[in-house]
C-alpha cells in the first residue's frame, strides 16, 4: 500500500498564503500522478489540483491541471527524485477552508476522484 503524508496545514488570515506538501513511500505503478482534493464541512469532494510525473496516453510529464476555483491562485509543482508534490496556496479566501486530501495513482481522468490512493488529509483555515 502506498502511504502518503502530507504536511504544511493551519490557519492563515485571508488573502495570505500556505503551501502544502504531500511524500509518497513509494512510486505508483498504475499512473505516475498525484494532486489535491479538498472537501469542506457538509460539502463534496472537490478537485483542487493535480500533477503528471511522467508521460501517458492522456497526459505528458509535468501536465499541471486545476480546478476553476483555484485556478490563478493555486500552484502544483512536483519533486519526482523525492516522491513529493508541493502546492503554493497564494491569496486565500474564507471559502477555500478544508480538509486537503493528498491522492495518488490516478485512473485516466487527472481531475476525477477516482485515485487509487488517499492521505489522511491535513486541515487549511481561511480566516476572514
Known amino acids: 500500500q502506498v502511504k502518503l503524508e502530507e504536511s504544511g496545514g493551519g490557519t492563515v488570515p485571508a488573502g495570505g498564503s500556505l503551501s502544502l506538501s504531500c511524500t509518497a513511500s513509494r512510486r505508483t505503478f498504475n499512473n505516475d500522478a498525484m494532486g489535491w482534493f479538498r472537501q469542506a464541512p457538509e460539502k463534496e469532494v472537490e478537485f483542487v489540483a493535480a500533477y503528471s510525473f511522467a508521460p501517458s496516453r492522456w497526459y505528458g510529464a509535468g501536465y499541471t491541471v486545476y480546478g476553476d476555483s483555484v485556478k490563478g491562485r493555486f500552484t502544483i509543482s512536483g519533486d519526482s527524485a523525492r516522491n513529493t508534490i508541493h502546492l503554493t496556496m497564494n491569496n486565500l479566501r474564507p471559502e477555500d477552508t478544508a480538509v486537503y486530501f493528498c491522492?495518488?495513482?490516478?485512473?485516466?481522468?487527472?481531475?476525477?476522484?477516482?485515485?487509487?490512493?488517499w492521505g489522511q488529509g491535513t486541515q487549511v483555515t481561511v480566516s476572514s
Open positions: 491522492v495518488a495513482d490516478p485512473g485516466s481522468d487527472l481531475t476525477w476522484k477516482g485515485y487509487f490512493h
